[in-house]
């Protein structure tokens, strides 16, 4: 039984990370494709061994980094997955990690034993190695779930946005339509957006107004107690 | 330095389960006293390790059941705790899991490793081993966004029962006092409760209605999607 952990770190444990981006209004996964076996050659999750020296939140950052270059990402814990067959060969559990960032912010360069890195849409996404595909279905429930107890990140829009932008944000997590009104109801009643003067032109319809997160707002709303989104 | 995972078990890692148990109008949880080093004789979360051919969702349910004679939990998984120096002398990561029962459901029974299991309430637990404490503070997280993601088990309340009960529970896991009469119409809005004719009597108060829970209407409101309570 080949044992593939490497001296320095714990045998029978991984971390996986699921970024998510929200780039040109679709919602996608970073994924690398993996140079080293087993299953080389299949797109996976970048992921890696936790030292043993390590504590896992550093390790889960270190790994990112090193597959695939994104640097100080903040992740959120998901769950570990521990079913006995989820490895060939060894008995592996891995971690699960997640967030959610802007594409455009960060610089992607692939790691030692990956062979590509890159973004895919989450609605196209190729056959995964190992239970990777169960643990982005994890992440992606987990998000769905975060939008709703935490307003988004102001970072995953542009400086301005309308907000048919945002909105269809929540509705690429969401997977689902949402009432365009009610939203903007609800969006509004949150008080966190200011109105510009200015207004988007460009498009095929109306001009719609453009806006920018109220910063102070914002944070006042996130150190609320209790807060949850309601669409 | 001591081994202490025994053999047929994974060396890195164990699970430990925060019980929650909601009696008497107070929150409790279920805490065992160690019988084994290290920390011998200090109260504990009960835990264990995982079998190298076990599925850790399994893993977690014959752990409780060893050590306390719970069977048959559903528990979610909450977080795995990995910080270097969590445990003394060896690398040992562990996955928590937790839940929230009717103590009066359940007879305890302490296992093999422990020499004494009860409940204690969450305001008054004693210094726990390892990091065990943080544990529990990261489960009564979970729990209190849980409570406001999902509607509450009915097996947790008596067969009938007043509002202010229900408001008491909701208190003890949010640990925060609500508006009552919110509370109440709210509560009422859901559509699960049924009035009955009879009311609680013997109290010192104005009797109060007594209530029980429309079984059907409350299975439809867990089944719906986007559900939010909002006290």
């Known amino acids: 039984m080949p044992r593939y952990s490497p001296e320095g770190s714990l045998p029978c444990i991984t971390i996986d ?3 998510f981006g929200f ?16 299953q080389k ?3 996976a999750l970048p992921g890696g061994w936790v030292g043993d020296r390590e504590d896992l939140d550093d390790a889960a ?3 990112l980094e090193e597959a695939t ?16 067959d989820r490895f060939p060969d060894n008995r592996i559990l891995t971690v699960s990690y997640a967030a959610l960032i802007n594409p455009l912010s960060h610089r992607l360069q692939q790691g030692p034993e990956v062979s590509d890195v890159k973004w895919m849409d989450v609605k196209e996404v190729p056959p995964l190695t190992f239970d990777h595909g ?12 975060q939008v709703r107890m935490e307003p988004i990140s ?3 829009l542009p400086a301005k946005f309308t907000i048919p932008q945002i909105l269809g944000l ?3 997590i969401l997977d689902t339509k949402l009432d365009r009104r009610n939203f903007r109801k609800k969006l509004l009643r949150m008080n966190i957006l200011e109105k510009l003067e200015e207004k988007q032109t460009g498009g095929a319809h109306r001009a719609a107004d453009l806006y920018r997160f109220d910063r102070a707002n914002y944070e006042r709303l996130i150190e609320e107690e209790g807060f949850v989104y309601d669409f």
């Open 61 to 63: 950052r270190r790994i």
């Open 69 to 84: 270059n994104l640097k100080d990402i903040y992740m959120d814990q998901v769950k570990t997955f521990g079913r006995v």
């Open 154 to 156: 102001f970072e995953l």
């Open 17 to 19: 990370c699921t970024i």
């Open 41 to 43: 050659g299949m797109w």
């Open 134 to 145: 169960e643990i982005l279905q994890a992440s992606l429930n987990h998000l769905k779930q």
């Open 170 to 172: 929540y509705e690429s």
């Open 23 to 38: 780039d040109n209004f679709a919602l996608k996964v970073l994924l690398v494709k993996r140079d080293i076996e087993p």
